[in-house]
């Protein structure tokens, strides 16, 4: 597409010509702080030309270029043949991508799994497990870089040998957080990329993280929300899938009670697919079943627990904290056994202590003998154990 050009004016950087070429004039505009992408790219839709966005400060393209360079980034633009949102453009549309290691293969061949900064330890197995399974099946697995959910499912992709994609909302070279430094370093190690509108040196800010979200949803064929509440981000990359048409949506489930599961149980009820474990992911993507894999994470019952710590485990299940006033309401026990119940499955490695109260961390690997059988594990997720086949190391914060 042509886009029509002007002579120079007042308030263009003193590098500009109108002779300067198209990719040049975004790359400055690219790194220059505050139009958004989105600006550029819907004047780009109405056939003008870019120029009038830049401003005096804007910098030399050639600085732009040699700096990225340095860093091992690309600049891509649509047209370009590794352009990966040709099949599904991002709406807002996006008008430029930096790149670092291996461009995203595209929708057809990407999963998104995402959840939230304080995803609980049975909803970062989830993640952990389902990065892992979609990574066997040759998927590439896209997220947020973000800490808990989103790390968690990158984490399990590379365990598994596979290739996943981080869409961050800051420069690339930016560990944000940096509690995730190393596995950005890991990512690209592995042959996988990471990918944002922000040039280098940009920061990460609030206003970054929605529009990022959409690229998640744009980059991958599905997204699969493993941990929302009920004003999560994850919802954003949600919203951005089924505005897509074409987009598969599929989301975790949760007890009612239990905050990180509110906007899983939202979209499930508005029509996305519910998952019970790896198996409904691959049948979604019209993928051969997993099958015989283990759940996660497992530990093994404790001896001589008895009824009472079932009934706890099985209130706590779903990862949420919870009080111990709430958990004798809704397993009615008195105080003595409810007490006696919590020590056992603490010490068996089933439960941990908050400053709000309890929460489960592992699932039953086998029922007891004497009838005490442990609760059917919800959410149920199929797919290989994580690292010992107990609880998961936690990611870090995202957005």
Same mark, same amino acid.
């Given at each position: 597409?042509?886009?029509?050009?002007?002579?120079?004016?007042?308030?263009?950087?003193?590098?500009?010509?109108?002779?300067?070429?198209?990719?040049?004039?975004?790359?400055?505009?690219?790194?220059?702080?505050?139009?958004?992408?989105?600006?550029?790219?819907?004047?780009?839709?109405?056939?003008?030309?870019?120029?009038?966005?830049?401003?005096?400060?804007?910098?030399?393209?050639?600085?732009?270029?040699?700096?990225?360079?340095?860093?091992?980034?690309?600049?891509?633009?649509?047209?370009?043949?590794?352009?990966?949102?040709?099949?599904?453009?991002?709406?807002?549309?996006?008008?430029?991508?930096?790149?670092?290691?291996?461009?995203?293969?595209?929708?057809?061949?990407?999963?998104?799994?995402?959840?939230?900064?304080?995803?609980?330890?049975?909803?970062?197995?989830?993640?952990?497990?389902?990065?892992?399974?979609?990574?066997?099946?040759?998927?590439?697995?896209?997220?947020?870089?973000?800490?808990?959910?989103?790390?968690?499912?990158?984490?399990?992709?590379?365990?598994?040998?596979?290739?996943?994609?981080?869409?961050?909302?800051?420069?690339?070279?930016?560990?944000?957080?940096?509690?995730?430094?190393?596995?950005?370093?890991?990512?690209?190690?592995?042959?996988?990329?990471?990918?944002?509108?922000?040039?280098?040196?940009?920061?990460?800010?609030?206003?970054?993280?929605?529009?990022?979200?959409?690229?998640?949803?744009? %980059? =991958? $064929?599905? !997204?699969?929300?493993?941990?929302? #509440?009920?004003?999560?981000?994850? +919802?954003?990359? /949600?919203?951005?899938? @089924?505005?897509?048409?074409?987009?598969?949506?599929?989301?975790?489930?949760?007890?009612?009670?239990?905050?990180?599961?509110?906007?899983?149980?939202?979209?499930?009820?508005?029509?996305?697919?519910?998952?019970?474990?790896?198996?409904?992911?691959?049948?979604?993507?019209?993928?051969?079943?997993?099958?015989?894999?283990?759940?996660?994470?497992?530990?093994?019952?404790?001896?001589?627990?008895?009824?009472?710590?079932?009934?706890?485990?099985?209130?706590?299940?779903?990862?949420?904290?919870?009080?111990?006033?709430?958990?004798?309401?809704?397993?009615?026990?008195?105080?003595?056994?409810?007490?006696?119940?919590?020590?056992?499955?603490? %010490? =068996? $490695?089933? !439960?941990?202590?908050?400053?709000? #109260?309890?929460?489960?961390?592992? +699932?039953?690997? /086998?029922?007891?003998? @004497?009838?005490?059988?442990?609760?059917?594990?919800?959410?149920?997720?199929?797919?290989?154990?994580?690292?010992?086949?107990?609880?998961?190391?936690?990611?870090?914060?995202?957005?």
């Amino acid at each position: 597409m042509s886009h029509r050009r002007r002579p120079r004016a007042a308030g263009l950087p003193p590098w500009w010509s109108p002779e300067r070429p198209f990719r040049e004039v975004l790359l400055a505009l690219a790194a220059t702080p505050g139009p958004l992408p989105a600006v550029t790219a819907d004047r780009l839709a109405q056939g003008l030309a870019p120029d009038d966005l830049l401003r005096p400060d804007s910098p030399d393209p050639a600085r732009v270029a040699a700096t990225l360079e340095a860093l091992g980034q690309r600049f891509v633009l649509p047209g370009d043949p590794a352009w990966p949102l040709a099949a599904t453009p991002p709406e807002p549309p996006c008008a430029w991508l930096f790149v670092a290691g291996t461009v995203p293969p595209g929708p057809a061949w990407s999963v998104a799994v995402v959840g939230g900064r304080r995803a609980s330890p049975l909803r970062l197995a989830v993640a952990r497990s389902l990065g892992a399974g979609l990574a066997r099946a040759g998927r590439c697995v896209v997220s947020g870089g973000a800490a808990g959910a989103d790390a968690a499912a990158h984490h399990g992709a590379l365990d598994a040998g596979g290739r996943t994609v981080a869409v961050l909302g800051c420069g690339l070279e930016v560990a944000y957080p940096r509690s995730n430094a190393v596995l950005f370093h890991r990512i690209l190690e592995a042959g996988g990329g990471l990918v944002g509108e922000h040039p280098p040196g940009g920061r990460p800010r609030a206003a970054h993280f929605p529009p990022r979200n959409r690229l998640i949803s744009a %980059l =991958a $064929g599905a !997204v699969v929300v493993v941990e929302a #509440g009920s004003r999560s981000g994850s +919802l954003t990359t /949600a919203r951005a899938a @089924g505005g897509r048409g074409g987009g598969r949506l599929l989301a975790v489930p949760g007890a009612p009670w239990d905050q990180g599961a509110t906007g899983c149980n939202d979209l499930i009820r508005d029509g996305a697919t519910l998952v019970r474990g790896l198996d409904d992911v691959l049948a979604e993507l019209e993928l051969a079943p997993a099958g015989g894999a283990p759940e996660l994470p497992l530990r093994r019952w404790p001896a001589g627990a008895g009824p009472a710590a079932r009934a706890v485990l099985d209130a706590l299940v779903d990862g949420q904290v919870m009080g111990t006033a709430r958990l004798a309401a809704l397993t009615g026990l008195p105080p003595e056994p409810l007490a006696v119940a919590v020590v056992e499955l603490e %010490l =068996a $490695g089933f !439960v941990r202590r908050l400053a709000g #109260g309890l929460q489960a961390v592992a +699932l039953p690997l /086998a029922a007891p003998r @004497g009838g005490h059988g442990p609760p059917v594990p919800r959410p149920r997720v199929s797919g290989a154990a994580g690292p010992g086949g107990g609880t998961p190391a936690p990611g870090g914060p995202g957005g």
